[in-house]
């Protein structure tokens, strides 16, 4: 007969086909030994129902953050809501963001002619300065 330790390793087909064995000893000995087989077995398979407890759990919470993730990337994606109800407000408005860009790109081409100006004097000076 094996001992605890072996028994306790043993996997639930094998605990099963030791417990159908007919040519294990008679007597209180031989049941004490099936009766502490069978316990073992018993406490295998509460370790595993729980396993399999955890892992449902598990799978059912992964499904519905996954599902959560999915509706509010739906929701986010609807796209833009119009802003204006008359079209002729939402022109006048574009309008008038383009003129300030405009007018941003008028100033930073003004200020870059005033410094292409300004290092093309410097440039001629000081070449006359060498002849």
């Known amino acids: 007969m094996k001992d605890i330790e072996t028994v306790g390793k043993l996997s639930l087909e094998e605990l099963e086909a030791i417990s159908n064995d007919e040519t294990l000893l008679g007597g209180d000995a031989g049941a ?26 598990s799978g059912i919470a992964a499904t519905f953050i996954l599902m959560l993730g999915i509706g509010l990337a739906l929701q986010s994606s609807r796209g833009p809501k119009d802003t204006f109800d008359d079209p002729a407000l939402a022109y006048a408005q574009v309008q008038a963001v383009f003129r300030q860009i405009g007018s941003g790109v008028q100033q930073g081409r003004d200020a870059v002619y005033e410094s292409e100006k300004a290092i093309s004097d410097n440039v001629e000076k000081t070449i006359n300065k060498i002849r």
């Open 32 to 57: 004490n030994g099936v009766i502490a087989k069978l316990e073992i077995a018993e406490e295998a398979k509460g370790k595993s129902s729980r396993k399999v407890y955890v892992s449902w759990i």
